[in-house]
């Protein structure tokens, strides 16, 4: 297993810019898929993007052109900048590890989670 804690979540204006950061221990992430995931209240998790061991990376059109998910794996951490945030945006957002033959999209293909990290964006 690989804990994971992410940082950086916050309050933004529309329009404006977060970047979010996933530690990882326990664990290289360097065989795992990566993935961020968000939930609004109300609202069923959702994916984010994704991003695997060589770079390869994959957006949900919602955020696609805005955000850009990256990856270390010699220190073990994956990032998510966000860019021209929108109030539909805020969410809890979660980071997630894992195997690269399971569901990119679906939560049922990561079996490990961080906490979450909170974003609200204003309007």
């Known amino acids: 297993q690989v804990q994971l804690v992410e940082s950086g979540g916050g309050l933004v204006q529309a329009g404006g810019s977060l970047r979010l950061s996933c530690a990882a221990s326990g664990r290289t992430i360097s065989s795992y898929r990566m993935a961020w995931f968000r939930q609004a209240p109300g609202k069923e998790r959702e994916f984010v993007a994704a991003i695997w061991s060589g770079g390869m990376t994959y957006y949900a059109d919602s955020v696609k052109g805005r955000f850009t998910i990256s990856r270390d794996n010699a220190k073990n951490t994956v990032h998510l900048q966000m860019n021209s945030l929108k109030p539909e945006d805020t969410a809890v957002y979660y980071c997630?590890?894992?195997?690269?033959?399971?569901?990119?999209?679906?939560?049922?293909?990561?079996?490990?989670w961080g906490q979450g990290t909170k974003v609200t964006v204003a309007s």
């Open positions: 997630a590890a894992g195997p690269t033959y399971t569901s990119t999209t679906s939560s049922r293909g990561y079996g490990n």
